[in-house]
């Protein structure tokens, strides 16, 4: 069962910019895609992000054009750049498989406020 470990969250003003990494083991993660996920308080955890193995890349339409998903196979990581941070991007992170398995890491989370 693949383990996973978010860091890089933290408080961050309007319009600033924040890289989240998640760290995977499993011997196959290289052939797994990869999705970002976020709950923010009282609201359900949606995907914001995925990655195929081979790169492509697919995106919540109100994170699009603003994060960008990448993965190094050979690192089993995960990263998610978010640029121009609004404050409904107030949450929870996490990164799982796509479709998410039933195991989570702890997530790391992100604040968006002046």
């Known amino acids: 069962q693949v383990q996973l470990v978010e860091s890089g969250g933290g408080l961050v003003q309007p319009g600033g910019s924040l890289r989240l990494s998640c760290s995977a083991s499993?011997?196959?993660?290289?052939?797994?895609?990869m999705g970002w996920y976020r709950q923010a308080p009282g609201s359900q955890r949606v995907l914001v992000a995925r990655?195929?193995?081979?790169?492509?890349?697919n995106y919540a339409d109100s994170v699009k054009g603003r994060f960008t998903i990448s993965r190094d196979n050979a690192k089993k990581m995960v990263s998610l750049q978010m640029d121009s941070l609004k404050p409904e991007d107030t949450a929870v992170y996490y990164c799982?498989?796509?479709?998410?398995?039933?195991?989570w890491g702890q997530g790391t989370q992100v604040t968006v406020s002046s």
């Open positions: 799982n498989n796509f479709p998410p398995g039933t195991a």
């Open positions: 499993g011997s196959i993660f290289s052939i797994i895609p």
């Open positions: 990655i195929t193995s081979g790169g492509s890349t």
